[in-house]
């Protein structure tokens, strides 16, 4: 594994966290139920 294949891969990573607490701030201020509805399409 080459070290621009590993950068990548924490790249999203931390992509992936950002929008995960995106998600949570906008749910917090707003009251929207968005995990509510992600957890009912999870298989």
Same mark, same amino acid.
């Given at each position: 594994? /080459? #070290? /621009?294949?590993? +950068?990548?891969?924490?790249?999203? !990573?931390?992509? &992936? &966290?950002? #929008?995960? +607490? &995106?998600? !949570?701030?906008?749910?917090? !201020?707003?009251? =929207?139920? &968005?995990? +509510?509805?992600?957890?009912? =399409?999870?298989?």
């Amino acid at each position: 594994m /080459s #070290a /621009s294949e590993e +950068g990548r891969g924490n790249w999203v !990573f931390g992509l &992936i &966290i950002l #929008a995960v +607490g &995106i998600i !949570f701030i906008v749910e917090n !201020f707003t009251d =929207l139920e &968005i995990w +509510g509805r992600v957890w009912n =399409l999870w298989p």
